[in-house]
């Protein structure tokens, strides 16, 4: 079977073939290609004009379209297809942000965490059909990095056997989209400390109905928050004032479940691993999140490269014309990010299939899967808003303005960024695990050429190697019996070693995926070379300080480069191509069209 699904005859079957790999080769039509027919329709085209409180709205009745096409497998099935659920993600980002983040809230962090919890044992049908929207209800105003702190609390009711949902001061306050009565009738899953006879058993999720037809129910108080920057979710603060709630509100599972005598008992005795079980779907959230970034830096790259060919500016000759690809210092930036592109999906696929297919009772596999999902989130975050700042300063004003497409996409790339876990907070947490948990690449790289790929990525290793090392010296001569002044010491080195591992990571996913290659193997070959000797350049001190690298590779570095760039260069429209944005997005985005000059109405 051909990797990359057929022939290359020119520039649109290496686009075709291109697209192949990049969206999971003959499973392709299974992941992607109903969220995609989805975005093309009437519905997701860009609306000029409206007000944030309209565009809010207008994301949940997009949810419900999302809703309409999944209706035929159930919610249920999505909720569980890690890899469909990162699709819709991807897909729907670009077009809008804020359905983005509804779909995200609705279908996994609070369908998923109520199948999660108790699988079948009750009616979602008012979920699954849309008749209320789901919401998802942890992040206090004074607890965000530190939630597991989070003060709400729900007390348990020995006479009735119920739980009394109360926050107690107005840090508690719920800080989290989308309460307000946008959208329809809500229900919460809240994360509340369980209080049993005065004693604190940790943080569980409350089924709990928020709003009706009418407006909000009683105890429940929410204030909508200003408008954010970015596209417009309703953020909102959160309250309740001795909500009564019903036994089986309370998300059980072997972490934490009373019996038939009313006695609460734990499979864990650690009140923090309570809490990590009930909002366990947050890993699954940072697979959405990195989905979702990835298609709006894809999204604004093909838009970016699309009008860089239709862009003339004058030539050096009177009187001619050429089009701004024709100059290195543009085409060699949007190349660059082209490879970063690719980096970041193979890396998101790859990734992506270890969560899918780890053992979920192997704790050490569970463990390491989890913390490669947050590395690779961090990187593919961060990575995306380079790129879609990039996409839009290369269409100049033209990519102020909504209406082509770029100018709302890095703001809504921060909110990626921050949700599901800051970048900065998980990598923290995994650049401890990594300090000692993980050894790091080889002492020594074996000797190569700058061209040689598996050269370049241990030279990669060699750069995750370096850091480590600098990372575990610091930590033990850091002051003992002060761990934060431990940690103050160690943390500098230690997120470097996590951003040279989420390179690596980036490498070999982009490298097995260049081997899966066939007729497009030759041009893979030389976006991966340029994505390593880019990724290299920072790091040519350490490693010819080392003796990884010769003084002459250094000062060949720029050249090799260029030249990567310059063989590059002419396949630029394919590359981006390959990205497979519906014709009928492209179409409606002004400034990706050749006669964008008559199209466009500001």
């Excluded at 998802?136 to 609390?153: Q, S, Y």
């Excluded at 947050?282 to 790259?301: E, N």
Aim: net charge negative.
């Amino acid at each position: 079977m051909r990797g990359d699904g057929g022939a290359a005859s020119g520039p649109e079957a290496t686009a075709r073939d291109l697209t192949h790999l990049l969206f999971d080769a003959d499973d392709r039509e299974r992941i992607h290609a109903e969220w995609r027919r989805l975005v093309s329709g009437e519905a997701f085209a860009h609306r000029p004009g409206l007000t944030p409180a309209e565009r809010t709205a207008l994301s949940y009745e997009r949810l419900r379209l999302v809703n309409d096409t999944v209706a035929g497998t159930a919610a249920e099935v999505l909720t569980y297809d890690a890899h469909r659920l990162a699709a819709l993600h991807e897909w729907t980002g670009f077009v809008d942000g804020g359905l983005c983040t509804l779909a995200s809230v609705h279908y996994n962090l609070f369908l998923g965490s109520l199948l999660d919890h108790d699988g079948y044992r009750r009616d979602l049908t008012a979920f699954t059909a849309m008749e209320r929207t789901g919401t998802f209800l942890c992040t206090e105003l004074a607890h965000g990095n530190d939630v597991a702190a989070l003060e709400t609390v729900a007390v348990l009711d020995r006479e009735t056997g119920g739980f009394e949902l109360h926050t107690p001061n107005p840090g508690a306050q719920k800080f989290m989209p989308n309460t307000s009565l946008t959208g329809g009738p809500k229900t919460a899953l809240v994360a509340a400390r369980l209080l049993v006879d005065g004693e604190d058993q940790g943080v569980f999720l409350f089924l709990t109905p928020l709003s009706d037809e009418h407006g909000h129910l009683p105890g429940i108080r929410v204030r909508r928050l200003p408008d954010r920057t970015g596209t417009p979710v309703d953020h909102c603060l959160t309250s309740f004032d001795r909500v009564r709630l019903p036994r089986e509100a309370m998300l059980e599972a072997a972490h934490g479940r009373f019996d038939k005598d009313g006695r609460f008992g734990s499979s864990l005795g650690n009140r923090r691993k309570r809490f990590l079980r009930s909002v366990g779907r947050v890993t699954v959230g940072k697979l959405c999140m990195s989905a979702g970034t990835l298609g709006m830096a894809r999204a604004s790259l093909a838009i970016a490269v699309r009008y860089s060919e239709h862009r003339e500016v004058a030539a050096p000759r009177a009187g001619e014309r050429i089009p701004l690809t024709a100059h290195r210092s543009h085409h060699g930036r949007l190349l660059r990010a082209l490879a970063t592109a690719y980096a970041m999906t193979f890396l998101h696929r790859s990734v992506l299939d270890r969560w899918a297919a780890h053992d979920p009772t192997d704790r050490a596999e569970r463990e390491a899967a989890e913390r490669i999902v947050a590395v690779a989130k961090g990187w593919i975050t961060w990575q995306a808003r380079d790129i879609t700042i990039e996409s839009r300063e290369r269409c100049g004003a033209q990519g102020l303005f909504p209406e082509n497409g770029l100018a709302d996409l890095p703001l809504s790339v921060e909110g990626g960024i921050t949700a599901e876990g800051d970048n900065l907070v998980i990598w923290q947490k995994a650049a401890s695990e990594l300090v000692f948990a993980h050894e790091a690449g080889p002492a020594r790289a074996p000797e190569g050429e700058l061209t040689d790929l598996p050269f370049l990525r241990d030279l990669h290793a060699c750069v995750e190697r370096i850091w480590q090392t600098r990372a575990r010296s610091a930590l033990r001569e850091g002051p003992s019996g002060d761990p934060v002044g431990r940690w103050n010491e160690t943390s500098g080195a230690a997120l470097e070693m996590v951003a040279a591992h989420a390179r690596l990571a980036a490498a070999d996913a982009f490298l097995t995926a260049t081997a899966r290659a066939t007729t497009t193997r030759p041009l893979l070959e030389s976006l991966a070379r340029l994505f390593l000797l880019d990724e290299l350049r920072p790091h040519t001190g350490d490693l010819l300080a080392a003796g990884h690298l010769t003084p002459a590779q250094v000062n060949a570095l720029h050249t090799t480069t260029n030249h990567t760039v310059a063989t590059l260069a002419p396949h630029l429209t394919p590359l981006a191509a390959a990205f497979d944005l519906p014709p009928e997005y492209l179409t409606a985005t002004p400034i990706a069209n050749a006669d964008y000059l008559n199209r466009f109405t500001y």
